[in-house]
């Protein structure tokens, strides 16, 4: 298992490039599934999570060829219609497959995600989606099977709650459905509306994504197309409280500012120097004061983040204040708390709220990563950290970050890779 040995105090000072989004190729991946026609996709992130898609869809029978980050994927004939527990286990995500393959096939048999390190994460929400549109759900040895001998149909469905992968799993299941499919109570996430592009690219009838009513006229076939994924925004968030953890300046380029927006305000109240040269680029810099505590709570898309709640905690470690934070998305998302405790960190958990009291000089530490962005946070502690933090379990990391160790380094961080 790898980990990072990072050594702290260092300010990041440079240009910093974002690769695609994880959480916009997944579903993407998945939609290649809907069609027996050609689909490039570009700017494909070589995160783990990638593979894990990338493996499934190998298993399903499609095949693929890779040019650096372009993939053309050709799904002409589906030799299976089932996702096993071996691929499943590994990454959540993999439950995209339903809806495409419910709608291509009739057919669907998805291993039932197990719980995860950050929370339950059910996805009830989905099957009764799928239900609405006229499928047959039903579950048996640790496997989800969706039947729709008859096609799918459009239907209304209201969301009980805002699910991202929901809407997503639900907006493929419908583009091929006949009649008019409504989501109500839909995610908004640029992620929704990327691919919300793709698919109407590949000649699906989607309207609305990106407010939370979107309305899919189901089509008899779709084709093929050439889609660009859009940038990581919390890979570019991270890389923003970077620069402002370490006191430098920072120019993270290749990124969408316009899908920052909640990020960028809090770190402003927090009294970092957040500008926009560009609409592709952000550029930070340390405060001229002492950095402030601004209490944050998580909120669905337009706000902040539940991905970016673990990185803005290891900046108000290091605020002036007391900063309260709130995780209202997921209901165990706070594994990062003891091990920036152990860093030094002064953080008491109540509930759903972490309160966080800042000016605490951080130490360096081994410490063990949990899950994607909590990994995250502890190398944002370990870069302004006094002395050699080893973060290990650093796989949790690679899921979702391309080569975090490489550019963190490109701009002067002291950080490097151990392999045991
Ligand atoms: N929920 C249910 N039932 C469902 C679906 C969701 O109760 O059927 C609950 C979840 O347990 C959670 C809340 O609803 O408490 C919201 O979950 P959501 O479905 O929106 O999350 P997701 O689609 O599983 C995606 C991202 C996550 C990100 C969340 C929230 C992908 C592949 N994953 O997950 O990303 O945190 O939305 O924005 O898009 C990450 O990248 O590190 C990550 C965890």
Redesign the pocket.
């Known amino acids: 298992m790898d980990r990072f040995l990072i050594r702290g105090g260092v300010p990041l000072k440079g240009k910093i490039q974002v690769g695609g989004s994880?959480?916009a190729a997944?579903?993407e991946l998945a939609a290649i599934l809907l069609t027996d026609k050609k689909v490039t996709l570009d700017r494909v992130p070589d995160v783990w999570?990638i593979s894990t898609m990338l493996k499934l869809l190998r298993h399903l029978g499609v095949e693929s060829e890779r040019k650096g980050g372009k993939i053309t994927f050709f799904a002409a004939k589906l030799t299976s219609d089932e996702a096993p527990y071996e691929i499943v286990k590994t990454m959540?995500?993999s439950s995209?497959v339903l809806g495409p393959l419910l709608a291509r096939t009739g057919r669907a048999r998805v291993s039932i995600p197990g719980g995860c390190a950050?929370?339950?994460?059910?996805?009830?929400?989905?099957?009764k989606a799928f239900e609405k549109l006229g499928a047959i759900i039903s579950q048996e040895h640790g496997y989800i099977e969706a039947r729709a001998p008859q096609g799918l149909k459009g239907a209304t469905v209201h969301f009980d709650?805002?699910?991202?992968?929901?809407t997503?799993d639900l907006m493929m299941a419908a583009v091929l459905a006949s009649g008019e499919t409504v989501i109500e109570n839909a995610?908004r996430?640029p992620?929704v509306q990327d691919l919300a592009l793709l698919l109407n690219n590949m000649g699906a009838r989607v309207q609305g994504a990106g407010t939370s009513v979107i309305r899919i006229r189901g089509v008899g076939k779709l084709h093929g197309a050439k889609h660009e994924i859009i940038a990581d925004r919390?890979q570019a968030g991270t890389f923003l409280v970077a620069g402002a953890i370490t006191g430098g300046d920072l120019l993270v380029e290749n990124c969408r500012a316009d899908h920052l927006s909640a990020v960028v305000f809090k770190l402003q109240d927090a009294g970092v120097e957040v500008t926009s040269p560009k609409p592709t680029s952000l550029r930070v810099r340390a405060s001229q004061g002492p950095l402030q505590a601004v209490d944050m709570s998580t909120e669905?898309?337009p706000g902040f983040?539940?991905?970016m709640q673990a990185q803005y905690m290891a900046l108000m470690t290091q605020a002036s204040g007391i900063s309260v934070i709130a995780e209202n998305?997921?209901?165990n998302r706070f594994m990062h708390v003891q091990e920036l405790a152990r860093m030094g960190a002064q953080i008491q958990v109540q509930g759903r709220r972490a309160i966080v009291r800042g000016d605490a000089p951080l130490s360096g530490a081994a410490v063990m990563a949990s899950?994607?962005?909590a990994s995250a946070s502890l190398v944002l502690a370990g870069l302004v950290a006094k002395g050699e933090t080893i973060v290990e379990r650093v796989y949790h990391i690679d899921r979702?970050y391309e080569s975090i160790e490489t550019k963190l380094a490109d701009v002067g961080a002291r950080i490097e890779r151990q392999s045991e």
């Open positions: 994880k959480n997944l579903p999570d959540r995500a995209l950050i929370g339950a994460r059910p996805i009830d929400l989905h099957l709650r805002i699910t991202v992968t929901g997503e995610a996430e992620e919390i669905e898309y983040p539940t991905d998305i997921f209901e899950d994607l962005r979702g």
